[in-house]
């Protein structure tokens, strides 16, 4: 558990055809051969947009996906190193439950966000964008909106709020993130990220780990977001480490199949000879590198949470998640808070029908929207 929540502190729909249930178990042991390839943003999103925000540095450029037209916004916010893809799976999910718009954004530095700072990722800068985004999405008159945030996601949702960038905010859904937790695995996180490996073959490989380590335990998900972790690169096929650096701790027997099948494919693909470069593919951040951010995210969030003077809900993958302050606060009834077992840190990718059952109802009891006629509760 404790190695779950260091992955992305700083980190269903029905089945599709020839998908898997939300949640389900893999055996990863000798039979049929699992399905890792890609699914599409299109599959969850009704589309995809680029939203300039003007700045003193120039141009940022924020990636968002969206469904819906009326009701209220859920703005979803991804935790460190993910993508607004990790949301996907979700929002198919809670459009076919409640009435309301989705708006799943990338933020900086992180999928395809491009800004001209992207070094800079302090809580006051990352909650001014998420202001700004939403003036340039709805001008000086945006709808109600309900922001939501998973892991370092919800810290940033946190400040936000208590920032007020978001004048007409419903309430607030910060999604297993807790202070006291988060302040007590930034000393070994470090040391998780170095255990990571540093390049995979292919997307199809990314997704395998993420599945197999254990970082995303809902395979559908893991399909449609791994591609907003990491990112192409091109590298000569006779760099050191990079075959070892793959699969480590996730070898089955198809391995040297499918490595012989996608060696061959490339070489075929190959219309330089001379030129033998191989795809590969690396993390699209370092998040080694946001360390001296990681303390302003979490320190005196639960307070900040608290005080938030809007309806609150806390989803976790564990009671033991709670410190004082929340326990306290629960306890005088500050806030709602749900636990979902069976889950790993990356909650709304792990189980996204429970994760939208819990915040429909939240939603529906405290008269922001309504059930979609037809939907049984």
């Known amino acids: ?26 055996k990863m042991g000798p039979g049929r051969k699992k399905d890792f390839s890609p699914l599409p943003w299109s599959q969850y999103f009704e589309t995809m947009e680029d939203i300039v925000v003007e700045n003193e540095n120039g141009k940022d450029i924020f990636r968002i996906y969206c469904s819906g037209s009326h009701g209220p916004v859920l703005l979803l916010l991804h935790g460190g190193g993910h993508s607004a893809l990790s949301w996907a799976v979700f929002t198919a999910i809670i459009y076919s439950r409640i009435n309301c718009r989705v708006v799943a954004m990338d933020l900086r530095a992180h999928g395809d966000t491009k800004v001209k700072n ?35 996601g919800g810290a940033i949702a946190v400040h936000t709020a208590t920032a007020n960038h978001i004048p007409s905010l ?19 996180m470090q040391n998780f990220l170095r255990s990571r490996p540093k390049t995979f ?62 060696s061959s494919k490339k070489r075929a693909k190959e219309d330089d000879q001379e030129t033998k470069k191989e795809s590969i ?10 360390e001296k951010y990681w303390e302003g995210w979490f320190k005196g969030l639960s307070a900040l949470f608290l ?4 309806p609150k809900l806390l989803l976790l993958a564990g009671v ?21 077992p069976q889950c790993g840190h990356a909650v709304h990718e792990d189980a996204p029908e429970k994760v939208a059952d819990a915040l429909a109802t939240f939603m529906v009891r405290h008269k922001f929207t309504e059930f979609k006629e037809g939907y049984l509760c």
């Open 118 to 152: 992207p070094e800079d990722l302090s809580a006051d800068t990352m909650a001014k964008d998420i202001g700004k985004v939403v003036e340039a999405l709805y001008g000086d008159n945006p709808p109600p909106i309900m922001l939501i945030g998973h892991s370092m």
């Open 170 to 188: 419903l309430g607030l859904c910060v999604i297993d993130v807790v202070e006291g937790t988060a302040m007590d695995a930034l000393n070994s």
């Open 201 to 262: 073959r292919s997307l199809e490989n990314a997704i395998e780990w993420s599945v197999k380590s254990g970082q995303i335990r809902n395979i559908e998900s893991a399909r449609v977001s791994m591609g907003g972790q990491v990112k192409k690169c091109e590298e000569s096929s006779s760099s050191s480490g990079v075959s070892n650096s793959i699969g480590e701790g996730i070898i089955e027997e198809e391995e040297d199949e499918e490595a012989e099948e996608e």
């Open 307 to 310: 005080t938030t003077p809007v």
């Open 1 to 26: 558990m404790e190695k779950q929540l260091h992955l992305n502190l700083l980190a269903s729909r029905p089945p599709m055809a020839g998908g898997f249930q939300s949640g389900s178990k893999m």
């Open 281 to 290: 593919f690396t993390w699209r951040v370092e998040l080694s590198k946001t």
């Open 320 to 340: 033991d998640r709670l410190d004082k302050d929340l326990t306290i606060g629960q306890m005088q009834g500050k806030f709602q808070m749900q636990v979902l």
